[in-house]
């Protein structure tokens, strides 16, 4: 059985202990949620098979890092650190670790992915339709936009020529690709791209009924990656865990 770690103990990360819970091919051995939890699980973490990590912007890199350092694959679900991503491939492929990263975890968020790709490179010939993209999430999430919203832009501007940029407001350039964020209530997520002509709307939306959706591809993910070494964003191989 895959004894599994659990680095930062949040909403999400009792939804991994849950989610493991219940699909029963693994145990949550270590949690860890703070620097005391760190100097007391130390010994015990290093002999888990993989870490999942859900903290914040703030602390992610740390943790990261501490897990190359032990030689503990990692699947890390935390947003809002990407500025960062650059320095943490680096050193995961310095020390030959493993890590598995992405905005979400959630499946049907990554069809989501494939579906905007797909349309985004049918509108290159489509000229009439304007693009842009709305998202909301529960009044306490810190980042705007999502990290899924800011992957859905990367998405569709890799194959839809006429955008170069995201912004969260509108700066008057028209190859900019306006996302608006809201923060409402405990709403999971909402995730919408609409194209819009003179003439009619196309829309393409994903709504998470609950984060447990998030929670059990990150399981998926990290039972994967240990017979899997390499480094990884999840949109590129959810279809394999």
């Not at 703030?58 to 320095?87: D, M, S, Y």
């Not at 995201?166 to 190859?175: E, I, M, P, T």
Request: charged residues 20%; aromatic residues 8%; contains cysteine.
């Amino acid at each position: 059985m895959t004894k599994i770690a659990i680095i930062g103990y949040g909403k999400m990360g009792k939804m991994v202990e849950q989610a493991v819970n219940q699909m029963g091919s693994a145990s949550v051995v270590v949690i860890i949620d703070n620097e005391a939890d760190w100097e007391q699980q130390l010994a015990a973490l290093a002999q888990c098979d993989v870490a999942i990590e859900f903290s914040t912007p703030q602390t992610v890199r740390a943790n990261l890092l501490k897990c190359f350092e032990l030689q503990i694959p990692v699947v890390c679900g935390t947003t809002g650190w990407h500025a960062q991503l650059a320095e943490i491939r680096a050193a995961a492929q310095q020390r030959g670790q493993s890590l598995i990263y992405g905005s979400n975890f959630c499946i049907g968020a990554n069809l989501f992915f494939k579906l905007n790709e797909l349309l985004a490179h049918c509108m290159n010939k489509q000229s009439q339709y304007e693009v842009m993209l709305e998202e909301t999430h529960h009044a306490t999430k810190v980042d705007a936009p999502s990290g899924t919203a800011i992957t859905t832009a990367q998405v569709i501007m890799e194959q839809l020529e006429r955008k170069k940029r995201w912004a969260l407001h509108d700066d008057g350039q028209v190859d900019t690709l306006i996302i608006t964020a809201r923060r409402i209530g405990e709403v999971s997520g909402i995730h919408a791209v609409n194209y819009e002509s003179d003439e009619d709307i196309i829309q393409i939306t994903h709504t998470a009924k609950s984060r447990i959706a998030f929670a059990r591809g990150a399981v998926k993910a990290a039972l994967w990656l240990p017979r899997h070494a390499g480094i990884y964003e999840f949109k590129d191989i959810f279809e394999q865990v």
